[in-house]
């Protein structure tokens, strides 16, 4: 019997992989040179950051972590949202953390379609909105 993983030794491994890729100064300055791009409308800017920001979250989760959610009972598919990490799924219930959520300020603005009224987390921000995207998938193991 193997031993099931807890969800604050997850969320460790999610983060200390995300930090071997780049450090959390530098998953900020992505973040905000691409809601720069997007406040100003820089496509040339917006080509250049989105992919490569968008594929460093969900490649570390898809392959980087493949063990460590695989450990939790966890399964990785591609996200669904344009602005999704991945969707994971557990016991029959799925959830997809995201890299941005709605903003107030943000369904004012016109200008920024691709985010859709979204605001950019930070990187503090997206660890704390995966640690919540999971806990439900630990809720249920520990009944």
């Excluded at 806990?135 to 009944?143: E, G, H, I």
């Amino acid at each position: 019997m193997g031993t099931a993983m807890t969800l604050n030794e997850t969320i460790a491994r999610i983060r200390a992989a995300h930090l071997m890729v780049r450090d959390v100064k530098e998953w900020d300055g992505l973040s905000a040179g691409l809601l720069q791009a997007y406040d100003t409308n820089d496509e040339d800017l917006i080509e250049q950051l989105q992919p490569p920001f968008l594929q460093s979250w969900r490649t570390v989760t898809r392959y980087v972590l493949r063990d460590t959610f695989d450990q939790a009972g966890i399964s990785v598919t591609d996200p669904s949202d344009p602005w999704g990490i991945a969707i994971l799924t557990s016991g029959g219930r799925s959830v997809e953390p995201m890299l941005c959520i709605a903003s107030p300020e943000g369904l004012q603005k016109t200008d920024s379609a691709g985010l859709d009224g979204r605001r950019l987390l930070t990187f503090s921000e997206t660890m704390t909105h995966y640690s919540d995207c999971l806990a439900p998938f630990f809720a249920k193991q520990s009944t």
